[in-house]
DNA sequence: CTTGAGACGCTACG
DNA sequence: CGTAGCGTCT
């Protein structure tokens, strides 16, 4: 079987790799749901990895060195440093129990319940043993007990009875490397370190070991803020030192590496699968010809891809069967042939002279197509996993592994516009290895690179972002703000931004370009006629563009932003890991709390089910009746039933006691999961940096992911007396405060500067409606809060008998009306009648007439074209705006009117942005760097003694219409900046702006 | 040859 | 309105 899996370099990170029977997987089915009944009863906070193991020990007796985990495929997946035991060895087990998976895989004919061999080096003896946190925290649990008194009562009527030895592990041989995907290279919290293990689980204990382990950590490690170009080796010195820990303190006695191994193997009968091993006769045979091979020893690997083609070709003779084989992974083949193909034109094999011509060559070339060669021998133009599956990726595997996959990078020249002529090489530049042998060639090339992006000519490479990145990192480039990168997939996206996950594929559809396919024997010059289409794609693309009027934007903003984004991606901020292991401890006692929940309902439940809540809070206590005046609750949208939402608990808050602790509890589960154990499994060698995505946003706005740094609260919380109670060491009285922002932190003798748009949508609002009212609150700016001002023009009073709640409200009101919510939603909003939040809504409209009609000419003009513009020209193509159905014209419209007004302001920031870096790198000798984007706030990390200077140039350029707008368009309100700063993100002070 | 994936609900941010 | 992310349930 050819390897259709990515064929790893490194050695295979498991030896061996098993299955559980049938009977053996039924067993641990019935486990499972026995597992899960007792957790729905139980209210248990027991893990499944954890009872797994109870219940297979009780089985099977107790299996030393195995650590049964859940396993839990978030990318906020913790990895363990290892089985983290000295009781484990090389050549050891543990068993992966798939969490919830387990039932509907084995359903399924997959058996994916697998057990795992690890080939992990010593472990450290310092860290925690998972198996030893399980075990011990089985001890504690209620949970053993129960399950003992009825031991097997819900098992299944297996006939797991009669016989003792009915695990069947089959043993896997040879081509284990191909599970590979499913275990991690390496820990990111623990830098790259191959002794790692990585175990999915959500169990808290099992987390801190990792958490514990990684703060520790020198907190003197300045990474990246050097300004670029001097800065090669910082990350490779905290990596060393990092990975010098580690080793320090895996050097745990060594134990005899039998003794698990001898017990284990008495433990598991490994025997073959008999029907299996008869298939295989079977298969042999009718392969007439071909000897049985039946070493005893060889059994699996390639077994079940024999049955699968037997099966499919079983009335084939085997001539023809080997033939058909061979087509079917053709494909394969291609991309690898073209892979081999690669490897004789890498330039590193050139002799110094050819090596200068050709990069003269490139250098010179009026257009260079680029792009990535992964490992794989795929490209990012020919992706064979990208084309057979539309997975989904998510996480780690979104971008990680593409930047950490990627082999080299091909580069194509070629003169005109019409693509790259019929002899034109690729040529491929290897990745510098870990080695860094500084000789001339390494020098030329990194010249060459930096030359390339400097110079003005066309450069065109799919996912140009991550290039940049890998330009940046392997070879050390910087300078690359200019570079004149187009990337035909964000302009596909901008033809059609609600096309999500657009793809090379996807955009050559676009433009009514047809993938060839390529049979094998022309696989040399695949490469090259995918750099063909890749011209020729630019091309129509640019031809659509300029059609479309989005040319300009998309030179001007888009491709001026992703270097800029590449960039951010590449300057991490600085953790404190003190305030973040603060935040950690406290919360950790938030499970107390927890469970101290169901004894207000009468039994226990799963409070974070809102259909748990539902069945307890309104058919159990049936809080909806008791609520004065027999008012009706939201619903949800899909399932049309009551809503558990904070809009509806806060409405019952005076009728129970639990819906108050309810949300509480959310608000505290939320902190606990998203911000602090999903913010610290971002974590790297001390810093966090997030993935920035230019094309998600239908609304042209940024997204950023891994972590969500635009989702961070903005405000801290204060834990309550109520929850206070429940946490170990604090009084009802004490103040625990925990505020995520608070935990990122400048480098020292820098601080962050925040400068943030006042109300950008509002003043686009106003300049788009063009209503005379609110461009004169804006035109005659004074001081004072705007939505003060706004209220007392509204409500026909003085600025100074507003009251903060009346601002608020009218804050509510401007944004729903902005949004285009209706008057249910600002009645949940505002906590009234929707008969009043009606007519509210209207007063303001009439109030301010242009913005109703400035709503009506947006839904008109979107229905004459079927789009909608932003003022920078940014379309979105809504089709349902002419859709018979009421409900998603209605849908159609609010989002034509948003698009508008979101669009807009993103395009601002955007726009604000490259301004703000293009000016800091004129002037060299301020030492800032733009580091976050949170839509209409920029946030940079500034050296203190430039903070005075820089802080009036970011606030000049961001209030300059003319520097953001150029030619695009001319505002008729003014913008206004106001910008604050301080040591932490959570803390910052605003500075006035009026004085310098 | 092998994988969770998708729907839904809630809540941060803007 | 529209992003990410965490959680449950199927």
Known sequence: MSPVWRP???????????????????????????????RKQQNTQEQPGTYYQQMYERRFGALPGVIFSSSQTRQTASILPGPSSSTLEPGDVYINSLSNQLERTVCGKSNAHSVRVNNSGPIPESSHSSTMLVSESSKNSALTDISMEQPDAALPNTNFEDTDTDILFQQDKGDSWRYEKTTFEGSPLLGNNEKCHSICSTNTL??????????????????????PGN???????????????????????????SSISARLKQHMIIRKDIQMKQDKREHHKRQSGVPINASEGSTTSCLDTDRKYSSAHFSTPYKKQKKIMDDQTSETHK?????????????????????????????????????????NGSTQLRDINAAQTKKKSTGIFRQKQWTSEVQSVAVCGCEGGNGPPHGAKVWLFPLPGQDHNKDSRDTHIRVFWKDLVSNQHRKICCDAKIFLIILMKEFNVHFIIDVAVFDPVVAAWLM??????????????LVCLTWKEHVLSSAVDVLREDMCLLSELMKCLYQKLVARDLWVLYCCVEMKLLPLLAAMELRPLRVDSDTMLRFSDVLKQFVKFESSIPSNAGHPFLINSPAQLRQVLFEELKLDKKLPGGKRLAKTNIGHQISTSEAVLSQLVGTHCLPAIILEYRQVQKLKSTYVEGMMSCVREGYISTHWDQTSAATGRLSSYQPNIQAIPKTSTVISDYTNNYIVGKKSGDRVEIFPRDSFISHDGWSFLAADFQQIELRLLAHLADDPTLLKIFTESRSTDIFIELTSQWLSKPVSLVTTQEREQTKRVVYSVMYGAGKERLAEYLKMSTHDAKAIIDSFLVKFPAVSQFSRKCVEFCQRNGFTTTIFKRRRLIPNIKSPSPVLRAQAERQAVNFCVQGSAADLCKAAMIQVEHTL????????????????????????????????????????????????????????????????????????????
Not at 12 to 19: A, M, N
Request: net charge negative; proline share 4%.
């Open 8 to 38: 790893v370099s490194a050695p295979p990170q498991l030896d061996r790799f098993c299955h559980l029977s049938d009977d053996a997987q039924l067993v641990m089915k019935g486990i499972y749901r026995q597992y899960n009944e007792q």
């Open 335 to 375: 991309v690898l042939a073209v892979s081999r193909q690669h490897t004789a034109r890498e330039v590193t094999r050139l002799s110094d002279q050819d090596l200068r011509n050709v990069l003269q060559t490139l250098l010179s070339a009026q257009e260079v197509l680029i792009t990535l060669v992964y490992k």
């Open 206 to 227: 099992e987390k801190e070991a990792v958490y514990a382990s990684d703060f520790k950590i020198p907190s003197d490690n300045m990474r990246g803020i050097a300004s």
């Open 921 to 996: 790198q004129s002037h060299a000798h301020l030492k800032a760097r733009l580091v976050v984007q949170i839509h209409d706030e920029l946030l940079l990390e500034v050296s203190d003694e430039d903070l005075n200077s820089i802080r009036s140039l970011v606030q000049s350029v961001m209030e300059d219409e003319v520097t953001l707008c150029g030619k695009m368009v001319t505002l008729k309100v003014p913008i206004k900046v106001s910008l604050s700063s301080g040591k932490t993100w959570g803390h910052l002070s605003p500075l006035d702006s009026g004085k310098l």
């Open 496 to 509: 059609d931004p609600d096309c999500e996950n657009v793809t090379f594929h996807k955009s050559l559809s």
């Open 231 to 257: 800065s090669p080796n910082c990350t490779t010195d905290t990596r060393q030192s990092r990975q010098s820990m580690v080793t320090n303190t895996c050097t745990g006695p060594a134990q005899g590496k």
